[in-house]
């Protein structure tokens, strides 16, 4: 079984392979999903110059699992690490990212955020958009 300390520590590993050059923030992300027999799938940030197109890590770990033929996500661990690979606890995925993972989500999905604690989504996305 994948730990929290595990996870964390896999969402770090994969934010220093960020392409980040513009915010020269540096995230990673690790997703476990349900009935994955504790395969990880990993993602970072991938910026780009035309803004929209950036690619959150969240987002690429998530794409990852689901290019694999998993659907439902048990946990995801998320790291910033700045310029100089320290980890930094002052953040929070962004709303496209918290939708995003809803979508792949359910009530007991945990999202570890390194250096701030752990939220059920609904916590974090108290009111999903869903159709």
């Known amino acids: 079984m ?4 595990e996870l964390i520590l896999a969402a770090r590993q994969v934010a220093a392979r960020a392409y980040s050059p513009y915010s020269k923030y ?15 799938f990993v993602g970072c940030n991938v910026e780009n110059a035309s803004y929209g197109l950036t690619i959150c890590a969240e987002r690429n770990a ?18 910033l690490l700045n310029d ?12 496209a990212c918290r939708q995003f993972v809803a979508e792949f989500s359910t009530d007991k999905t945990a999202v570890l955020v390194d250096n701030r604690g752990t939220w059920f989504l609904k916590e974090l996305l108290p009111h999903v958009f869903e159709v």
């Not at 540096?26 to 395969?39: H, I, P, Q, S, T």
């Not at 980890?87 to 962004?94: R, T, V």
């Open 62 to 79: 998530i794409c990852a699992g689901i290019s694999a033929g998993f659907r439902r996500i048990e946990k995801i661990a998320i790291a």
């Open 84 to 95: 100089k690979g320290a980890p930094q606890p002052s953040f929070m995925p962004c709303g």
């Open 26 to 40: 540096c995230v990673g992300a690790a997703v476990l999903f349900e009935d994955a027999a504790d395969a990880l």
């Open 2 to 5: 994948v730990t929290d300390n």
